[in-house]
């Protein structure tokens, strides 16, 4: 092959399909992202490295934020109100909650922030993954269709972008906007098990967030596991 003194490149070569696959991308777009992980005083191996393998935009800042040792519902809620008060991660467009048992694919951070390019009417899109043992069900919360608020399982659409009533935590990213809204009930999150019911501290939220007009879904295209570190199985 013949040594040329000008090479303007493959992607050059292309320029309406480079510059279209930037453009569905993103990239351009300031994409910053709070990555915040509950967690107790271990991981385990396995989930370790898929949180260590995400992959995220480029040239974009990411601040990961570990809240040990508290209850899940207390985590986020607290973790989110010292982001809110921080002057710079305040006006940063993204967060991320992922959890100490849940297996992400490398790509998964880069999928979600297309569907919420992709999809401007949700606050919020998770990945797919199910409640752990025989018979789990998929964790997309609620028939948005239903008139009368519910959280009963969604079967999952493979591939597609499913909306959802509410949400697991284990792997979505949420816009900061949402959490600057001073009409949604703080704390945020919190599981409850007394007078007023029976609750985890996911759905506690969705209850408030969707009387106030916020959509989430799922994105089954997104596929993450579930592992339990009791059997080594994840579901």
């Not at 935009?57 to 010292?82: C, F, H, K, T, W």
């Not at 969604?154 to 509410?166: A, D, K, M, S, T």
């Amino acid at each position: 092959m013949p040594i040329l003194a000008m090479d303007y490149g493959e992607h050059n070569k292309a320029l309406d399909k480079s510059t279209s696959r930037i453009l569905q991308g993103s990239t351009w777009k300031k994409q910053r992202i709070i990555v915040i992980l509950p967690a107790s005083d271990s991981i385990s191996t396995k989930v370790a490295l898929s949180h260590w393998s995400l992959m995220f935009p480029p040239n974009q800042p990411v601040y990961r934020m570990v809240a040990l040792g508290m209850e899940v519902g207390d985590a986020y809620s607290q973790a989110i109100e010292n982001i809110l008060s921080h002057p710079e991660l305040s006006e940063w467009e993204y967060i991320l909650t992922i959890e100490h048992d849940n297996v992400p694919p490398p790509d998964g951070v880069l999928n979600l922030l297309k569907r919420m390019d992709e999809h401007p009417e949700f606050a919020c899109i998770g990945g797919l993954y199910w409640t752990k043992g025989q018979g789990g069900v998929p964790q997309i919360w609620g028939d948005p269709k239903d008139p009368v608020l519910n959280f009963r399982p969604q079967p999952p659409v493979p591939g597609e972008l499913v909306e959802c009533c509410g949400t697991g935590m284990g792997f979505n990213l949420w816009r900061m906007s949402m959490f600057k809204d001073k009409k949604l009930r703080r704390p945020w999150f919190k599981t409850i098990a007394g007078k007023e019911g029976i609750g985890t501290q996911d759905l506690y939220f969705w209850g408030d967030a969707r009387a106030h007009g916020y959509r989430c879904a799922i994105d089954c295209a997104v596929t993450v596991g579930h592992y339990d570190s009791t059997t080594g199985i994840t579901w």
